[in-house]
């Protein structure tokens, strides 16, 4: 039974910073892409990043979208079974559940194409 697991969420001040995490099991990590996905209050699910298997022959390991450049960090752990989003100079717009998700294989920027998905973290960003 696959799991995903996030965790790290709550209220912060603008410009403050979180560290999300999900923790996996019940499937081969390592051979999985990752994902981040938000979703504010009254909109859409929208990507945030996603990262690639190790030891990909991808142009890039790791992309995210132009709101979370130089803001926000997605990495992998294959050793932990955990993929993290670092979450830097956060704004009341960040405000959103973030959700991970997993693919096997190649990442994609479609949420539709991901199978495995967590419960999703509250993050509040106050002004």
């Known amino acids: 039974q696959v799991q995903l697991v996030e965790s790290g969420g709550g209220l912060v001040q603008e410009g403050g910073s979180l560290k999300l995490s999900c923790v996996t099991s019940g499937l081969f990590f390592s051979g999985y892409a990752m994902a981040w996905f938000r979703q504010p209050p009254g909109k859409e699910r929208e990507l945030v990043a996603y990262i690639n298997r190790s030891g990909t022959d991808r142009p890039y390991l790791a992309y995210h979208v132009p709101f979370a450049q130089g803001r926000f960090e997605i990495a992998r752990d294959d050793a932990k079974n955990t993929a993290s989003l670092q979450l830097d100079r956060l704004e009341p717009d960040d405000t959103a559940i973030y959700y991970c998700?997993?693919?096997?294989?190649?990442?994609?920027?479609?949420?539709?194409?991901?199978?495995?998905w967590g419960q999703g973290t509250q993050v509040t960003v106050s002004s």
């Open positions: 998700a997993a693919r096997e294989s190649w990442a994609s920027d479609r949420s539709r194409d991901y199978p495995y």
